[in-house]
């Protein structure tokens, strides 16, 4: 079987970085029980795209003055914690599998080693949980720290206000040379952050900057993907029709983040901070037409073509903690920051400023 390609980010540069993973293998298990083995498996990916997408969006409290703009390009690396690179298979309740060596149950995430895990047993319930055929979990990517970069424009539109846009128009390509399995991906973000001091009375000659914030993002990606019944014995290769060449990997994730942020210039260095909320929702889908399992009380292999037979959801929300420099160099800032909310993650960027 190909190998399933997992589109992690994007960039007004195109650059795309991709994990590869046989997560449809899982689908060997039946939809039910395939649902809860990607939703492990692909956690960490979610997280850390969620996490990754809220980040960069600032790096100072001050505002521009009416029509002065920056960009920016920033990369945020987004660090997978040891305890999301693998899962505990014994902790799930199974329709219709279970582990061949029960002592033997931790399998990897998309993040963790790059082997086979655990083997799965698929039974047959009728005739004393007979082995009809057997599977292994797939292998991760040993990718544990997912780069994030982003392009950025901001423009001083109101009154100590900055409206923020990040776009990407859907770009298409092929990650393989050798591959018909287009992949596409775009992005959108709009930010607006503003300065509040010279309303509130008492705060205007204070030797700080704050600013309230807030922010929404949406980043869709597709790529082609091939499961067929082939895969699960090379002796049905001759089933491998046509009702299978449209098979998709649907990924879209939808951030928000709002909060405080206090900065501090001295000379040409900039200090800042943040406090505030993450949110991130993803949902995963194989969109298409796949052959699943539909018959475990048969001894043979017995399974029927299902339309969209894996929808996954993954939501969090979490306290958003920024700290960071900033050194201004004429018209230029370099940046740097560290992010923690569901995960650690590493900014770092620079911009293009005019005041």
């Known amino acids: 079987m190909r190998k399933l390609l997992v589109l992690l980010s994007l960039t007004a540069l195109v650059s795309v970085a991709s994990a590869q993973s046989d997560v449809v293998e899982y689908l060997k298990a ?77 399998a990897p995430t998309i993040s963790g080693n790059d082997a086979q895990g655990p083997t799965l047993n698929v039974l047959n ?73 010279d309303w509130i009375p008492g705060l205007k000659h204070l030797p700080f900057d704050a600013a309230v914030f807030a922010s929404y993002s949406n980043i869709t990606a597709n790529t082609g993907i091939s499961f067929t019944p082939e895969d699960y014995d090379s002796r049905l290769a001759d089933l491998n029709t046509g009702q299978y060449e449209n098979q998709e990997l649907d990924i879209e994730t939808k951030t928000k983040k709002f909060g405080l942020i206090v900065s501090k210039k001295i000379a040409i260095l900039t200090i800042f901070g943040s406090i505030g909320n993450s949110q991130s929702s993803s949902k995963v889908d194989l969109l298409g037409t796949y052959p699943v399992p539909n018959d475990f009380n048969n001894a043979g292999l017995s399974f029927e073509d299902q339309v969209d037979p894996i929808k996954l959801r993954f939501e969090s929300s979490n306290l958003s903690l920024d700290a960071g420099l900033r050194l201004k160099l004429a018209f230029f800032n370099i940046f740097a920051s560290v992010n923690k909310a569901e995960y650690t993650s590493y900014n770092a960027g620079i911009a293009l400023s005019v005041r």
């Open 125 to 197: 319930p009728d005739n004393n949980n007979q082995v009809l055929y057997s599977f292994n979990a797939p292998g991760g990517t040993e990718i544990d720290i997912v780069p994030v970069p982003v392009a950025q424009l901001g423009i001083g539109l109101l009154p100590h206000t900055d409206v923020l846009v990040r776009y990407v128009p859907e770009l298409k390509f092929n990650l393989e040379d050798d591959s018909d399995e287009e992949t596409k991906v775009g992005m959108f973000g709009l930010g607006v952050k503003h300065s509040f001091k």
């Open 30 to 106: 039946g939809p039910e029980d395939a649902s809860l083995l990607i939703q492990s498996y692909m956690n960490p990916f979610a997280q850390s795209l969620g996490d990754g997408l809220n980040n960069g969006w600032y790096y100072t409290a001050e505002t521009h003055k009416r029509f002065g703009f920056d960009f920016s390009m920033s990369v945020s690396a987004v660090k997978v914690p040891g305890s999301a690179k693998s899962f505990d298979l014994s902790q799930f309740s199974f329709e219709n599998i279970a582990l061949a060596d029960p002592s033997n149950s931790m």
